[in-house]
């Protein structure tokens, strides 16, 4: 081997071709014969070296491999070591939080055999740990400025949120702090189309920009961290900075104002914004957070009539237990006693059931009462008792078909088969289910991105409008 720069380009040789291993075992042959300044010093070979390791997911020794050869991640870092590092960090915490085993494979060893580096001690990162590099090489990542950078950027943000988000026990001072490293001016406002396969069927669809998804995220944690007053002015802001929104983001962000002013001490104007926000988006939650705030008024009639909406809204009756509890103060306010504690057992034993935790507020509130305690063998009876005396609230909805006539255009497919088609449809902000079937003159004609002319169908049982499509716009 003649020069560092000969060494350097057959590894570089190898990893292009994908070679990794073969890569790895030519450097571990060869790397004696350069002393570690060398090594060190050659951006293109150090950044190989990480990406090879990465690849076959041997990342620990890729640390490892920076430790041994004193190659400090600074504002002196060259960019392509940098960005090495960074995907490092990267594909570590994806390994860390899938639970990976962390198994060595015996083949590649490229370090310990002469070295006698112990791997737990010297490479092992918990989650703080990681989390504090990934903060640390942000920066540093802005300062260069390139695609290669900000593309980066993209990835620490998205991997290290869509993993603490998919937590059972979503820890959101560790998400808002995270987000806090992210310069919002510096994110992309590109919204994304890619093409996903839906039951064999091939369609293209868009998706959040990294912008919106960094206002979402950092929203969203605020609000469960009680940070009213920056919740306000950056939801606020997100409804005026972008200019498109995907997965219903308007409305929550328009949720997120709506629930700072409350908190701030301005309930009324929380009711009318959150009434408005029904409108377009009717989900039982929403209906849930109008019923908690006519209760604080003491408005019950008002409270009681949000929540029968929420309780009877689509929805596992499993994630409705605090709107159960809810119910059954409003109740006891009622005088409806014996309602009241069959609403709080069934918040219990639902509890009991999916084996969670049992708040201290609704021991109390059954300590309150007379009653046999429910058993959870009971469940089921309880569970359909209080479903017949949920519906038998909630006038019937006859179904009609409303004789004014809107624009739209198809944005999605669900099934596209023998049956005929259905799918969502867009008209202005909102989005309608809509079925096709097989026999239908128009059917044929349908597809994504085709405008068309359809009425709506409101349907029975409190369901959301569907769309029936009249004709098609050419």
């Not at 006698?116 to 400025?145: C, M, R």
């Not at 991997?159 to 603490?164: G, S």
């Amino acid at each position: 081997m003649s020069s560092i720069y000969d060494f350097s380009k057959t590894i570089n040789d190898l990893r292009k071709e994908k070679k990794n291993k073969e890569a790895l075992s030519f450097f571990k042959s060869n790397k004696l014969k350069f002393n570690e300044n060398e090594i060190a010093g050659n951006e293109y070979l150090v950044s190989n070296i990480l990406y090879c390791l990465r690849d076959i997911n041997e990342t620990d020794y890729g640390f490892l491999f920076l430790n041994e050869y004193n190659i400090e991640i600074n504002k002196e870092t060259k960019s392509r070591i940098l960005t090495a590092y960074g995907w490092l960090l990267w594909s570590k915490y994806k390994e860390e939080h899938a639970k990976n085993d962390g198994r060595i494979d015996q083949d590649v060893k490229t370090f310990d055999d002469d070295r006698k580096f112990d791997i737990q001690s010297n490479a092992h990162h918990g989650k703080t740990e990681l989390i504090s590099k990934i903060e640390g090489v942000i920066p540093l990542l802005y300062e260069k400025g390139d695609d290669f950078s900000r593309n980066l950027i993209s990835n620490l943000f998205l991997v290290v949120v869509k993993t603490e988000k998919d937590k059972p026990a979503i820890n959101w001072k560790l998400i808002n702090d995270f987000c806090s490293n992210f310069d919002p001016n510096e994110l992309s406002t590109e919204c994304p189309i890619f093409e996903i396969d839906r039951k064999g069927i091939k369609q293209k669809k868009e998706f959040a920009s990294e912008l919106e998804k960094w206002f979402g995220t950092k929203t969203k944690a605020l609000e469960k961290l009680g940070e009213w007053q920056e919740c306000f002015e950056l939801s606020k802001r997100a409804l005026d900075t972008l200019n498109r929104f995907h997965d219903s983001n308007d409305s929550w962000f328009a949720r997120r104002i709506a629930l700072a002013k409350k908190n701030l001490g301005s309930p009324k104007e929380t009711i009318e914004e959150l009434k408005t926000i029904l409108k377009n988006k009717n989900e039982w939650f929403i209906q849930k957070e109008l019923a908690d705030i006519y209760f604080e008024e003491n408005d019950i009639e008002d409270a009681f009539k949000y929540a029968i909406e929420a309780i009877t809204n689509y929805g596992r009756l499993e994630y409705k237990i605090n709107l159960l509890f809810l119910l059954g103060k409003i109740l006891n306010e009622k005088n409806e006693k014996e309602l009241a504690f069959k609403h709080f057992s069934l918040s219990k034993i639902l509890r009991e059931n999916e084996n969670w935790n049992i708040p201290q507020n609704l021991f109390e509130e059954l300590r309150n009462f007379d009653n046999a305690e429910v058993s959870i063998s009971d469940l089921g009876k309880l569970k359909s008792e209080l479903q017949k005396y949920w519906q038998g609230l909630v006038p019937e909805k006859h179904t009609t078909i409303t004789s004014e006539r809107s624009e739209g255009v198809i944005i999605s497919l669900l099934h596209n088969n023998e049956r005929g088609k259905d799918g969502f449809l867009r008209s202005g902000n909102n989005e309608y289910y809509f079925n096709l079937p097989a026999n239908y003159s128009l059917t044929s004609e349908i597809d994504l991105n085709t405008r068309v002319i359809f009425e709506l169908r409101p349907s029975k049982d409190g369901k959301k409008s569907q769309a029936r499509i009249k004709r098609k716009i050419d």
